[in-house]
């Protein structure tokens, strides 16, 4: 079982609109969370960086909340734009680790 | 553009060949991280360096793969014998010398690898 889940897979919203993509995770001890936009066909794009005390983070129109406790984290986007058509994946780091372990992703489709 | 590059971007070999990849990372970047991503799913950590230590391997990373980081510069990946389930896109990552913990990695574009 991965230890990184990403619910929906896959989301088709209309440009303008907001949503909400969520991750829970199991990996312990943690250390941080962080949130990747990857375009098709690309290497992924750091948006946010969240260690343990924090529980909001945002970067323009995403905002990723954490919470450490029920080891959950949402990624917000507002007012989409049809750029924002990625697969947005959510990554957790073990403490005193390298290793980060991804998530399946959540592939977003903004049509105008 | 992250400032990482990888060499070719796309490559198509017959099953049983071998294949070399390589990945440039951003100048001042001591670490240096290789991950496979299949289709529909996330990348799947493979191998790390600092400078030209490889760390951690993955048990993902069989007997067929070999990783190298001669220098402590750029950073080769061989398949040895291709299968087809080596089809993929293999990433490459660096990151800067650790100030708070965070590790931030910086991602290439990606090698695409199709076995027929």
């Known amino acids: 079982k991965n230890q990184v889940e990403q619910s929906p897979q896959s989301l088709i919203i209309l440009e303008g609109k907001n949503c909400t993509l969520q991750c829970n995770y199991t990996v312990s001890p943690f250390s941080n969370l962080r949130w990747y936009k990857q375009d098709t066909g690309r290497g992924p794009v750091s948006l946010t960086i969240m260690t343990f005390s924090e529980n909001t983070k945002s970067n323009g129109r995403y905002t990723a909340t954490l919470d450490a406790d029920t080891k959950q984290s949402s990624l917000h986007i507002t007012a989409s734009q049809l750029s924002d058509s990625a697969s947005y994946i959510c990554?957790?780091?073990?403490?005193?680790?390298?290793?980060?372990?991804f998530g399946g992703g959540t592939r977003l489709m903004v049509k105008p | 553009d992250t400032g990482v590059s990888q060499d070719p971007r796309h490559k198509i070999t017959k099953r049983g060949q071998n294949v070399t990849f390589r990945c440039d990372p951003i100048?001042?970047?001591?670490?240096l991280y290789w991950y496979r991503q299949t289709l529909g799913q996330g990348p799947e950590f493979l191998t790390y360096f600092q400078n030209e230590a490889q760390l951690e391997k993955s048990r993902l990373l069989s007997d067929r793969f070999s990783a190298e980081r001669p220098k402590g510069s750029f950073s080769t990946l061989e398949i040895q014998r291709t299968e087809q389930g080596d089809s993929a896109m293999y990433l490459c990552?660096?990151?800067?010398?650790?100030?708070?913990?965070?590790?931030?990695?910086?991602f290439g574009p990606g090698t695409r690898l199709t076995v027929t």
């Open positions: 990552a660096s990151s800067p010398r650790d100030w708070d913990g965070t590790y931030e990695q910086y």
């Open positions: 990554v957790v780091t073990r403490l005193l680790s390298n290793m980060l372990t």
């Open positions: 100048s001042e970047h001591n670490r």
